[in-house]
């Protein structure tokens, strides 16, 4: 499936100054393996070495944090879009 | 020299200059002012500070923003040095022996600890040439920010969840910034804020700002030190939300030890939320560093934040400092809030009551001692958040202005309350 994948200004060294690119998978897993494929190095941006997604990376399907659908799990849709958020922000 | 090194992550040690940053590009880490703190001990002492304004600015030394030529900040010039009491009632009701509440629901000039936060941030947004000033709040912050820039003559945009308190959104218009009610929760208007944040060129306080913001909390911690007599309590009940103010307080007392402003000692950080948003006291109560997202449902609305980005680092203060934490129910917020005004005639918002709550019952199961210094961080004002009374107070008596039906209704007061 084709999504567009919104990246945050700390990525986009990574992906040549793009703010938002085209991936495809059928889990936000595959999206990211994906991504790392377009863009070597991507990937050790966003996960850990165990696999995790790293702490301070919020991920959103549809403006849905994935830690409240199926994590890296989620599935994707023909047209979703996928947000890559740095999670410290925000108070108040 | 200058005290202001530039901005370290905490999580990876990668420098970056002073600048509107606050995620490392390389591990995403938050990132933090970095002091030189010898050039600081060389200029901060007790007398220099005590020999300052009554204001958040008796503390420059320690703060990342400069003050003007004539010893004056960009803006906020009277925020903060909030009363700290000895709350003996209160104290007398909770069965502990020194109890202090630090009372930020008279902060100037929006009636919370938001005004210590903002008055460096905007400072900041100066410094730096910012034009517009921005933040995503649950309105306390909304207040302080549209207060602030229309001091400092900056343009501001205030992102809010739709189904905030009225009085909360009423006392941001009146300052008349750009308001933008957001169909979702705060967690979604921070996610929001996060992406326009990083499209528009603008001083997102509590995000590109968030650094220097979050340093002003600081200032809460050391005027309780100062004012207990420049030492720090042994107990400490905060209000968690993002989970910053917790980490700052501990940050202010260990700071003041290393700089020999205090005698070295302990003191434990406690995590007041309410159940229907707890998410960093159910890390303490699990003791796990894995941060659980919530959907917040509670009247504490100035605590719902779901998705608190400092969870992680509170979850360490109250575990590294010997504390913890406690949840309050709806009910218990309520109770909480009519017990501190019953007992110190201090009213606060419901974040306040869920903090009165919380040390109660970390009193009643024995983790906090009775017989130790305990102070409460009150942080906001209950004439924000009425509506959660409207329904649980009336007034006893209504009469005709005769004097015989007042002796009426008085007696039929007594004999009501067999008094």
Redesign the interface.
């Known amino acids: 499936m084709a999504v567009v994948v919104r990246i945050p200004t700390p990525l986009r060294s990574v992906t040549k100054g793009a703010a938002e690119v085209q991936a495809a998978g059928d889990t936000v897993d595959d999206v990211i393996q994906d991504l790392e494929r377009q863009y070597p190095g991507l990937k050790e941006r966003l996960v850990e070495d165990g696999g995790q997604i790293r702490r301070f990376i919020n991920i959103y399907v549809n403006q849905e944090d994935i830690r409240f659908l199926e994590g890296a799990k989620t599935t994707i849709k023909q047209g979703d879009e996928v947000s890559i958020v740095p999670a410290i922000a925000g108070g108040r | 020299m200058d005290r202001l090194k530039g901005l370290k992550c905490r ?1 990876c040690g990668r420098y970056y200059p002073s600048s509107p940053a ?9 990132l933090e002012v970095d002091y030189d703190y010898e050039v600081i001990r060389a200029q901060v002492s007790r007398a220099r500070i005590e020999a300052g304004p009554k204001s958040i600015w008796r503390y420059a030394d320690l703060l990342p923003v400069e003050l003007g030529p004539d010893g004056e900040p960009h803006v906020g010039s009277a925020v903060g040095f909030t009363p700290l009491i000895r709350a003996r009632n209160l104290g007398d009701e909770l069965g502990v022996k020194e109890l202090w509440v630090k009372n930020d629901s008279v902060c100037h000039p929006t009636w919370s600890f ?1 005004d210590r ?1 903002v008055a460096v941030a905007i400072g900041k947004a100066k410094e730096f040439g910012f034009d517009t000033v921005a933040c ?6 909304a207040n302080s920010v549209a207060a602030h820039a229309a001091e400092a003559r900056l343009k501001s945009y205030i992102f809010i969840p739709a189904d905030l308190e009225r009085g909360k959104v009423t006392a941001t218009l009146v300052y008349a910034p750009t308001l933008i009610e957001v169909q979702g929760t ?3 208007v ?2 929001l ?3 326009v ?2 499209k528009y060129r603008w001083a ?1 306080v ?2 590109n700002i ?1 650094p220097y ?2 340093e002003g909390s600081k200032t809460y911690g050391y005027e309780i030190a100062e004012q207990l007599g420049w030492r720090a309590p042994a107990h400490v009940v905060v209000p968690c ?4 103010l917790i980490t700052k307080i501990w940050k202010a007392f260990k700071e003041m030890r290393m700089l020999g402003l205090i005698p070295e000692g302990k003191t434990s950080m406690y995590a007041a939320q309410a159940e229907g948003c707890g998410p960093i006291v159910t890390m303490i109560k699990k003791d796990t560093d894995v941060l ?2 919530v ?1 917040p449902q509670t009247i504490a609305k ?2 719902a ?1 779901g ?4 969870g ?1 680092y509170a979850y360490r203060v109250a575990k590294d400092s010997g504390g913890f934490g406690e949840h309050t129910s709806d009910e218990e917020i309520i109770e909480g809030m009519r017990l501190l005004a019953r007992t110190e005639g201090i009213f606060t918002e419901t974040a306040g009551g869920v903090t009165v709550a919380a040390t109660k019952k970390l009193i009643e199961a024995g983790r906090i001692p009775r017989n130790e210094s305990v102070v409460i961080c009150i942080t906001g004002n209950g004439l924000k958040t009425p509506d959660v009374l409207y329904d649980r107070l009336s007034s006893d008596v209504t009469i005709r202005p005769s004097l015989s039906a007042f002796d009426k209704a008085l007696a039929d007061l007594k004999s009501k309350t067999g008094a």
């Open positions: 999580e606050h995620v490392c590009e390389f591990c995403f880490g938050p938001k936060v995503a709040s649950t309105g306390n912050l705060y967690d979604e921070n996610r804020c996060a992406e944040g990083d997102f509590n995000i968030r913001y979050a939300a993002g989970g910053s659980t997202p959907r100035s605590l934040i998705n608190p980005a400092d992680y």
